[in-house]
């Protein structure tokens, strides 16, 4: 039986597609394009001179990555977090996140990039920077993937965007102290390294609770009691 290989197939380059995704990515994140604005397959087209097929397939991975929202086959809109969307965001990366750190701490094992990613956090934090949220998922992708699960840095890669979107809008307003992050960064490593598995998740736990509260306060929620809790990794105050 022959296949109908006389009808004409439109075939998108996919290489145009992942350039016009990750622009647009890009300008969600730094603001350019702002929290509920619409966008088109014809503004697609339009800004980047490419066919309706084009911005349509990008519009639709832009949809499938939670970067942008359609509702009721209406135009799609970019992504607005509210508290309970960032709650539910942080809580999924410590439920991952902290499995990981206790399987890392059993084998003693500790990624050099993580290591890296860390010490250029506190070389921008020297400059007066507050622009860290680059390092700062390095950080924690660099444990999630030395784990050497494949599906499991997929799984944690599918939330890098959102979660990446939660620290623009977090450190954009300067809430999460540098200080801090690179503290409790060092200390899990050091956690890890000893192989203290729980106590390395407990301070993972800390470590993203505080951010989770922060930004649900930033965003228009009640910031719960772990946002005001100071920082086991820095030594306690000591009175005059």
Not at 107 to 117: F, I, L, M, S, T
Not at 128 to 153: E, Q
Request: glycine share 4%.
């Amino acid at each position: 039986m022959r296949l109908g290989w006389g009808l004409v197939r439109n075939i998108v380059v996919t290489s145009v597609i992942d350039a016009v995704v990750e622009d647009l990515k890009e300008q969600v994140l730094s603001r350019e394009l702002a929290p509920n604005a619409a966008l088109t397959e014809a503004e697609v087209a339009a800004r980047y001179d490419v066919a309706r097929a084009t911005a349509k397939a990008a519009i639709e991975r832009l949809v499938a990555e939670k970067v942008l929202v359609r509702r009721n086959h209406k135009t799609a809109r970019v992504v607005q977090l509210g508290p309970i969307d960032v709650r539910d965001i942080y809580n999924t990366r410590i439920y991952l996140e902290s499995e990981v750190l206790r399987r890392l701490a059993a084998r003693r094992d500790v990624p050099e990039a993580a290591r890296a990613a860390n010490a250029e956090i506190a070389a921008l934090w020297q400059q007066g920077s507050w622009n860290i949220v680059g390092p700062d998922m390095r950080f924690h992708s660099a444990l999630i993937d030395s784990l050497g699960s494949d599906r499991t840095s997929s799984a944690y890669a599918s939330l890098a965007f959102e979660v990446k979107l939660c620290m623009a809008q977090l450190q954009g307003s300067q809430r999460l102290s540098p200080q801090i992050i690179v503290a409790e960064h060092a200390k899990i490593l050091d956690l890890i390294t000893s192989g203290e598995a729980e106590a390395s998740a407990s301070l993972l736990d800390e470590h993203l609770a505080r951010a989770r509260e922060l930004l649900a306060g930033a965003l228009g929620g009640e910031p719960g009691p772990e946002a005001f809790l100071p920082s086991s990794a820095l030594p306690a105050p000591t009175s005059a």
